[in-house]
């Protein structure tokens, strides 16, 4: 393997990033989006949590020398495809609902979600692709609603690294340089997620 104890701690930090970020998000969305929409979305983002705490778990085991579980680093796929579709079908739902963000959301728009588990790696890469992009796509969109251009550059630029994550997932990442420069990418990728989502958090919905 190309991870060592250092990097392994570090791989902790982007999933701390997500978390600060979608339990953010949360909070702002209670009280605005209809209660099919928010369990969906609490969903999504946990899922995609939990996936990456799975992951970062199977780091440290392996670099400490306690244990090899691959079983840990299997859920991640399965657990961030779900997760990111769940997220984006809960955005999306959102966006068409509303216009201009304002307090006491409508119950008029049930969204419910059954995404299929099946054991294709690619189909698994598809929906946390395509998930991913969803979901940044809505955030821009209601950044741009709210004429917040800041956060919709912040969340366009997080939306990239990201998918160069994505990218660099394909590299051999049996080399400790290949596992550092990603290890680097997604730290960026959910740093800006972060900020944009205070941003937003700030401007529009502290209101």
């Not at 570090?10 to 953010?24: C, E, K, Q, R």
């Not at 949590?49 to 399965?78: E, H, Q, R, T, W």
């Not at 969204?111 to 790696?121: G, N, Y």
């Not at 609603?145 to 049996?174: C, H, P």
């Amino acid at each position: 393997m190309g991870f060592s104890v250092p990097m392994a701690l570090f791989d902790l930090v982007p999933v701390a990033l997500y978390l600060v970020s979608a339990v953010i998000f949360q909070r702002d969305f209670y009280s605005r989006m209809n209660k099919g929409c928010y369990a969906v979305f609490c969903a999504g983002t946990v899922m995609v949590a939990v996936g990456g705490i799975f992951k970062a778990s199977y780091k440290l085991l392996y670099a400490f020398g306690i244990c090899d579980f691959p079983a840990l680093s299997d859920c991640f796929m399965p657990f961030q495809a779900v997760g990111f579709t769940l997220t984006a079908i809960a955005v999306v739902g959102y966006v068409l609902g509303k216009g201009k963000e304002k307090k006491g959301g409508s119950d008029t728009l049930a969204v419910t979600a059954a995404p299929a588990l099946v054991t294709s790696k690619m189909l698994f890469v598809l929906f946390m692709v395509l998930g991913l992009v969803t979901a940044h796509i809505g955030y821009i969109v209601i950044s741009l609603r709210n004429r917040r251009k800041t956060s919709a550059i912040l969340f366009l630029v997080s939306m990239i690294l990201e998918l160069g994550m994505g990218y660099l997932s394909t590299r051999d990442f049996t080399k400790a340089s290949m596992n550092w420069i990603g290890e680097g990418v997604n730290f960026l990728g959910m740093l800006f997620l972060l900020v944009g989502t205070v941003d937003l958090h700030k401007n529009v919905f502290s209101d």
